[in-house]
C-alpha cells in the first residue's frame, strides 16, 4: 500500500521557521519525483517544490524559492521541506505527492498522484 505521511506541522510565528518531513512507504521511492503542495482555506492547491528521483533535481515556485528548501533522504525514503522566514500567508495544510512533475516554476501532480493527508502550518502575525 503506498503511503505517504507529512509532519513538522506546527503553530509558529511570523520569521519563525518549519521542518517539514515526508515519509513514503509502499513503492520504490527512488523512481518517482516528490513535491510539496499546500493548500489554504478558501483557496485552491498550490504547488511549492519538488525534487526529481534520480538525479535529484530542486524546483520551487518563485514565490517560495528564497524561503523554502527541499531535498530528499533516499535511504530513509523521506522528503524535507524546510521553510525560513514563515509569513501568516504561509498558513495551509501542506500536503506531499508522489508522481509530479518538475520544472522551473513548475510543480504539477499526475493525475494519480499518491498523496498525504497533509500537516497543518498556522503562522501567527
Known amino acids: 500500500e503506498v503511503q505517504l505521511v507529512e509532519s513538522g506541522g506546527g503553530l509558529v510565528q511570523a520569521g519563525g521557521s518549519l521542518r517539514l518531513s515526508c515519509a513514503a512507504s509502499g513503492f520504490t521511492f527512488d523512481d518517482y519525483d516528490i513535491g510539496w503542495f499546500r493548500q489554504a482555506p478558501g483557496k485552491e492547491r498550490e504547488g511549492l517544490s519538488c525534487?526529481?528521483?534520480?538525479?535529484?533535481?530542486?524546483y520551487y515556485r518563485d514565490s517560495v524559492k528564497d524561503r523554502f528548501t527541499i531535498s530528499r533522504d533516499n535511504a530513509k525514503n523521506a522528503v524535507i521541506l524546510q521553510i525560513h522566514s514563515l509569513k501568516p500567508e504561509d498558513t495551509a495544510v501542506y500536503y506531499c505527492?508522489?508522481?509530479?512533475?518538475?520544472?522551473?516554476?513548475?510543480?504539477?501532480?499526475?493525475?494519480?498522484?499518491?498523496w498525504g493527508r497533509g500537516t497543518q502550518v498556522t503562522v501567527s502575525s
Open positions: 505527492a508522489a508522481d509530479v512533475s518538475c520544472g522551473p516554476n513548475l510543480v504539477v501532480a499526475a493525475p494519480f498522484a499518491s
Open positions: 525534487i526529481s528521483s534520480h538525479k535529484g533535481g530542486l
